[in-house]
């Protein structure tokens, strides 16, 4: 079975749909609209390029220009997760990449080397999506969980200071915050987890079975996209936590000032 | 050896000194009660007996023990500590008198539900009170649920921010009694307070200035 390609002229007239959502958001004045005009015109040019860099890391297939280009991703997740959390650079910029680095080796050459048993762990055909999709899934749960958990430290302070002050460890008086942000990141994918197959069908399989695999296979894939994704993501969380502790409080336990402070405009 | 030493501590924020070369000496089974005018540093003063707030000068030592980075969370372990307007993110009462029992540092006293009965009687508390809702209940009758919860939690120094700020003289009384019993049993109580008849009622009373 062939991959049925979309020209560009199709593509053309399939974003059109775009205009039904930005009408809306349009209508109601969200105030979103440019950033989603913004957001789409970024998405479409970051694919393109994408298309175009996939084919020769596909071809070169070179484990270390592989390897260069997950280092790329876990940068630029890493700048994302800053700009999106607004905490400080010398917080979180060297715990986030370690525990994006760490999460994603682990996680996916688990995966690549001893489920799907393929000896070129760093064949580029599999090496580089499935980091992709861990990056992109670490990223978007790490952002929620440590605004959630930040915040929460920040707006709960005397929960904080009372469990200090009564006996906790460090770490007993953090379990809340780090329990909320877990509840905030990982509520939408247990959800997710729990309809998969009834409500919605995930995008790995609907791009498998579109590709010419049988459902069988498909299923697979997808299950074990999920467990993967789930782990690595806490994983990468709790990394990112113990690491930034250091930066956080100082040595009575105190929590530092952790958020980019914002100039005020005249 | 005193429970607690303060020597000529002094806290400032900035160039704003609050209070210099304070002492204080408190005893096993002895109650003191602080006060003085808002701003004086009072609550900072408790705040650092608990290593929240620096000192600019001076020691603090507790049971032995000089507050510092090292030993501040083995001091935190000698301490019940029950800051001004305490309101925790919980729903229940139940969740919210539990929740210190649940640290590692308080497992030599298990949680139980006739020992809190006994102490809410103490305080003048009905037992219904601890299967209702958190915001049910008024702000005195939280804050001597707490004082309950302090008392059950058997540190050797009880500190109370304000203990009956939010109590007729009748509770307050029976707040005062309810330390004169966990003094007795060895405890240390230091709170501040602006209630004068609870002060009244302590061992000793200090004016802060």
Request: proline content about 4%; hydrophobic content about 50%.
């Amino acid at each position: 079975m062939e991959t049925i390609d979309i020209s560009y002229l199709s593509l053309g007239i399939g974003l059109l749909l775009l205009l039904i959502p930005l009408f809306y958001i349009w209508k109601f004045k969200t105030g979103l609209l440019h950033a989603t005009v913004i957001g789409t015109v970024r998405m479409i040019v970051q694919l393109f390029f994408i298309g175009v860099y996939l084919n020769y890391l596909f071809l070169w297939d070179n484990p270390w220009i592989n390897f260069l280009w997950v280092i790329v991703m876990i940068f630029v997740a890493s700048q994302t997760a800053l700009a999106r959390t607004q905490l400080k650079r010398k917080i979180l910029l060297l715990p986030i990449s370690a525990g994006f680095l760490c999460s994603v080796v682990c996680v996916g050459l688990f995966f690549i080397g001893i489920v799907l048993q393929i000896e070129k762990v760093f064949s580029a055909r599999y090496f580089i999506p499935i980091f992709g999709i861990l990056m992109g899934n670490m990223l978007s749960s790490n952002v929620i969980a440590l605004n959630a958990y930040y915040s929460g430290l920040k707006r709960e302070q005397q929960l904080y200071r009372y469990l200090l002050g009564n006996g906790a460890t460090r770490a007993e008086a953090q379990a809340p915050f780090i329990r909320q942000a877990i509840i905030k990141a990982f509520s939408p994918l247990i959800a997710n987890i729990s309809v998969m197959g009834l409500v919605a069908f995930p995008g790995t399989m609907i791009g498998q079975i579109l590709g010419g695999s049988s459902p069988n296979v498909a299923i697979k894939y997808q299950m074990m996209i999920m467990v993967i994704t789930f782990t690595a993501s806490m994983l990468s969380l709790m990394i990112t936590i113990s690491l930034a502790y250091r930066k956080s409080f100082d040595a009575y336990g105190k929590l530092l000032s952790v958020m980019v402070e914002k100039k005020e405009h005249k | 050896m005193p429970m607690l030493q303060i020597e000529n501590a002094g806290i400032a924020y900035g160039n704003n000194v609050l209070f210099s070369g304070f002492n204080l000496l408190l005893n096993k089974g002895e109650i003191v009660s602080i006060s003085g005018p808002s701003g004086c540093g009072k609550t900072s003063l408790l705040n650092a007996i608990l290593g929240f707030v620096p000192l600019k000068e001076g020691r603090i030592i507790l049971n032995g023990i000089l507050l510092n980075k090292e030993s501040v969370d083995k001091v935190r372990k000698q301490i019940a500590w029950i800051p001004q307007e305490l309101a925790l993110p919980l729903e229940w009462v139940r969740d919210m008198v539990q929740l210190p029992f649940g640290l590692k540092a308080n497992r030599s006293t298990p949680f139980s539900e006739s020992r809190l009965f006994a102490c809410f009687e103490d305080l003048g508390l009905e037992r219904e009170l601890y299967d209702k809702r958190v915001n049910e209940i008024s702000g005195g009758q939280r804050q001597r649920m707490m004082i309950a919860v302090a008392s059950m939690i058997g540190k050797p120094l009880i500190i109370v921010d304000e203990p009956t700020s939010a109590l007729d003289s009748g509770s307050s009384e029976k707040v005062i009694s309810f330390f004169r019993k966990q003094a007795e049993k060895g405890s240390a109580v230091l709170t501040v307070s602006h209630d004068k008849r609870f002060a009244d009622g302590c061992d000793r009373h200090i004016i802060m200035m």
